[in-house]
């Protein structure tokens, strides 16, 4: 029985992502390429994916802090930042994430320097929210065979108005 519960609690936190769009189809693409050969593969690309994109997060914030109105602003950067977390999100399906980046850079190209700043701690939240949910559901992970963990969200709680 502890089992099962443990099995339902690691589904329910799995579907919960989903749930609250914090992830979206692309997840479940990169967990079809998990299998016996590599089962730590989706585990390991999710914990590229978060020290990439912190890096990234911190780059973005660094170049918005340091941001001075007598010195020219090295727009290309910041730019530079947003997009690789643009990629990094895309690539695991961050759907929140990648909302709040996809603002940044609507706001970078426009030259909006203060929206940009404006959306930083939404995005900031939003990728910290995303890593705690993503390190405890894999945390509980290896406690169970891979395949009970790989069906699919329940159709209609990955679509949001986006």
């Known amino acids: ?3 099962s519960s443990l099995q339902q609690q690691i589904a329910s936190m799995r579907q919960s992502l989903f749930d609250e ?3 979206n189809e692309q997840f479940i693409e990169l967990e079809k390429l998990e299998d016996a050969s590599d089962p730590n593969f989706v585990k390991d690309f999710i914990n590229v994916f978060l020290t990439d994109s912190l890096k990234n ?3 973005i914030e660094e170049s918005l802090l340091y941001l001075k ?3 020219p602003f090295n727009i290309t950067e910041l730019g530079k930042f947003l997009q690789q977390l643009k990629g990094n999100c895309l690539g695991i399906g961050a759907k929140k994430v990648l909302i709040e980046v996809e603002k940044m850079l609507q706001c970078h190209e426009a030259g909006d320097m203060e929206g940009t700043k404006t959306i930083l701690p939404t995005m900031k939240q939003e990728y ?3 890593e705690n949910k993503l390190e ?3 945390e509980l992970l290896p406690h ?3 395949e009970q963990s790989s069906d699919p969200p329940s159709k209609g709680s990955t679509s949001s108005g986006e």
Do not use: S
Request: proline share 5%.
């Open 128 to 130: 910290n929210n995303l």
């Open 21 to 23: 769009g914090l992830l």
């Open 144 to 146: 169970i065979v891979p």
């Open 1 to 3: 029985m502890a089992g």
């Open 57 to 59: 997060v911190i780059g």
């Open 69 to 71: 109105a007598d010195e």
């Open 136 to 138: 405890a559901y894999f």
